[in-house]
């Protein structure tokens, strides 16, 4: 069973930074993916960024295209968002989920998922 464990987050002023971290364990084999989505409120969960570490691949979402940075230490199966030059609009509950194959934007392709950690950032 895969699982996941995310750390990091918190509040921050327009234009500051923050740093999630995701922990997988339970991988059977170097073929997975971790992504993280965010969930406004009122909002549906969606994509943020995600890590294929089959070929080192990653995906970004339009909106934090430039501005976030998603990176991993394989020997930790730990995969961190680096996310710069916040607004209001990144405002959320994010989620990093765990896949035993390339990355997705669907979320019900997801195996697992982390606790959700929260991000505000004020104007």
């Known amino acids: 069973e895969v699982q996941l464990v995310e750390s990091g987050g918190g509040s921050v002023q327009t234009g500051g930074s923050l740093r999630l971290s995701c922990t997988a364990s339970?991988?059977?084999?170097?073929?997975?993916?971790i992504g993280w989505f965010r969930q406004a409120p009122g909002k549906e969960r969606a994509g943020v960024s995600c890590?294929?570490?089959?070929?080192?691949?990653?995906y970004y979402g339009d909106s934090v295209k430039d501005r976030f940075i998603i990176s991993s230490d394989n020997a930790k199966k730990t995969v961190s968002l680096q996310m710069n030059s916040l607004t209001p609009d990144d405002t959320g509950l994010y989620f990093c989920?765990?896949?035993?194959?390339?990355?997705?934007?669907?979320?019900?392709?997801?195996?697992?998922w982390g606790q959700g950690i929260q991000v505000t950032v004020s104007s």
């Open positions: 339970g991988f059977p084999d170097d073929d997975w993916s």
């Open positions: 989920a765990g896949r035993r194959t390339v990355c997705t934007w669907e979320t019900w392709l997801y195996e697992s």
């Open positions: 890590f294929s570490n089959e070929g080192g691949l990653k």
